[in-house]
């Protein structure tokens, strides 16, 4: 079993900055791919970042530019530091685990990101 703790989150203004951790304890192996998810209030659950285990990067359009997703595979640990922040990235966000070659998915608690205008 694997278990994902987020922390960082909380009140911003807009334009300013935030760094997101996620610390996975368990059964991890180097070839979990992890990623962030966000749900804003009212809506579905939806991806904002991914990244492989040899770093390689996935963005959704919204936040391209102005997030970046990071690891630390000696810490399992992913971040995701988010620059520019808009009203619009106002949301619960998730950090991910997925198994390479199984169905196994892992979600962390979630941590409220609220930027004001």
Not at 57 to 85: E, H, P, W
């Amino acid at each position: 079993q694997v278990q994902l703790v987020e922390s960082g989150g909380g009140l911003v203004q807009s334009g300013g900055s935030l760094r997101l951790s996620c610390a996975a304890s368990g059964s991890i192996f180097s070839s979990d791919r992890m990623g962030w998810y966000r749900q804003p209030p009212g809506k579905q659950r939806e991806l904002v970042a991914i990244i492989s285990s040899g770093a390689s990067t996935t963005y959704a359009d919204s936040v391209k530019g102005r997030f970046t997703i990071s690891r630390d595979n000696a810490k399992n640990t992913v971040y995701l530091q988010m620059n520019s922040l808009k009203p619009e990235d106002t949301a619960v966000y998730y950090c991910n685990l997925a198994r390479v070659h199984a169905v196994n998915v892992y979600w962390g608690q979630g941590t409220q990101v609220t930027v004001s205008s």
